[in-house]
Nanobody, 123 residues
Framework: QVELVESGGGLVQAGGSLRLSCAAS????????MGWFRQAPGKEREFVAT????????YALDSVKGRFTISRNNAKNTVYLQMNSLKPEDTAVYYC????????????????WGQGTQVTVSS
């Protein structure tokens, strides 16, 4: 497994942008499918986006398509989530996660998780 550490969260006004980063330790990062999930207070953890080990396949939640972009740099052991046109409903703790499985939106398929980073979007 890899250890994951997220950064880049914060407070932003609606319509603004943030870029989340997730740094991974370990040599196996380039073989991992990576994902971003989020959890708002009182709600279940929700899939946001996922990217294959090569970066060639990505999937995203319908409500973030066209606004959020997932990418990765295997040379830097880092996965990113660029978030544009942020809305108050995007407010949540954002987690990155890794799995050896093929690209999947299921949280239960991911075995490695970061500690999360808070994103707050004010109206």
């Amino acid at each position: 497994q890899v250890e994951l550490v997220e950064s880049g969260g914060g407070l932003v006004q609606a319509g603004g942008s943030l870029r989340l980063s997730c740094a991974a330790s370990g040599r196996s990062f380039s073989r991992y499918t990576m994902g971003w999930f989020r959890q708002a207070p009182g709600k279940e953890r929700e899939f946001v986006a996922t990217i294959s080990w090569s970066g060639g396949i990505t999937y995203a939640l319908d409500s973030v398509k066209g606004r959020f972009t997932i990418s990765r740099n295997n040379a830097k052991n880092t996965v990113y989530l660029q978030m544009n046109s942020l809305k108050p409903e995007d407010t949540a703790v954002y987690y990155c996660a890794g799995t050896y499985l093929i690209t999947t939106p299921k949280a239960a398929d991911f075995g490695s998780w970061g500690q999360g980073t808070q994103v707050t979007v004010s109206s």
